[in-house]
């Protein structure tokens, strides 16, 4: 990959599509993670504003001191970024308490893991609204389009996907270029919506670079049969999420009246 073309592209693509749209700049969620990292620095470098929200919610330590350093990176090195911290942890604890309660709490862990995204997709939203700003996504394409790993309305909420159509390796590549801080490079992908360490390799069970040799894979019309060991493990994981995902990936299904039921 001709790396420093690519983050060119990104960039003129960025600007062009805020300037045509009429808007001042973006607003961005930093996680401490290599994709929002990657994406504010892919945005800064478009001269446009740039707000940065940080947006705890009872999360790990140093996923928001990664956050901040990342952050303070940026405006070292780009007088149109500024930086807003947000802690959605009350807003959150008081969303909890608002719910009847259940018999076993594990049975909605799922459901206030994405309560989280939902909660920062609208505070970004806000922001966006309130100063002119795009809201950008930091989905890539193993993520958006192979196993659908993102909260549908929560960081799948977007006004436009900067780096959707690279792998996860790539956007590695393309931070190591734009010299994102050596701790994200090194930290293990996580997407922070749990409150402890857990990484995306736990929850999916194949890390990134499996799957984008599963999706290579799937791509070339190979099936379960084609493999063992554990290519054929991770072929299955990433199969079952790729089909059970495509809820996310495809347009929301819209009912039909046929033509006669209407005269």
């Known amino acids: 990959m001709k790396v420093e073309n690519v983050a060119e592209h990104i960039v003129d ?3 062009d599509y805020a300037v045509k749209a009429n808007m001042k700049g973006f607003v961005i969620g930093i996680s401490g993670g290599i994709d929002s990292a990657v994406t504010s620095t892919l945005c800064a470098k478009t001269g446009l504003d740039l707000l940065c ?13 990664r956050a901040s350093r990342h952050i303070a990176w940026l405006q070292e090195n780009f007088k149109n970024v500024s930086r807003l911290p947000v802690d959605l942890t009350p807003i959150f604890d008081s969303f909890v308490r608002a719910l009847p309660p259940v018999a076993n709490e594990e049975d909605r862990f799922m459901s206030l893991a994405n309560t989280r ?3 920062r997709m609208t505070t970004l939203y806000y922001f966006a609204a309130l100063k002119g ?18 909260t549908k309305y929560g960081d799948g909420g977007v006004d436009l996907s900067p780096i959707a159509d690279l792998l996860k390796t790539e956007v590695y590549a393309v931070g190591k270029f734009l010299g994102v801080n050596d701790e994200i490079i090194k930290a293990a992908p996580t997407d922070g919506l749990w409150g402890d360490d857990r990484t ?14 599963a999706m290579e894979m799937q791509d070339e019309g190979k099936t379960s049969a084609d493999f ?15 089909a059970a995902n495509q809820h996310k990936m495809n347009p929301i299904p819209v009912c039909k009246i046929p033509d006669t039921f209407k005269k």
């Open 13 to 15: 693509w960025l600007k």
């Open 200 to 213: 995306d390799e736990d929850q999916i069970g194949a890390s990134y670079p499996e799957l984008e040799w």
């Open 117 to 119: 995204a939902r909660l």
């Open 53 to 65: 929200l940080e947006m705890p919610i009872h999360q790990e330590q140093n996923q928001e001191d």
């Open 133 to 150: 700003y795009l809201v950008a996504g930091t989905g890539n394409k193993v993520e958006d389009f192979g196993v659908g790993f993102y």
């Open 228 to 242: 063992s060991g554990r290519k054929k493990e991770v072929f299955a994981i990433y199969s079952k999420l790729n």
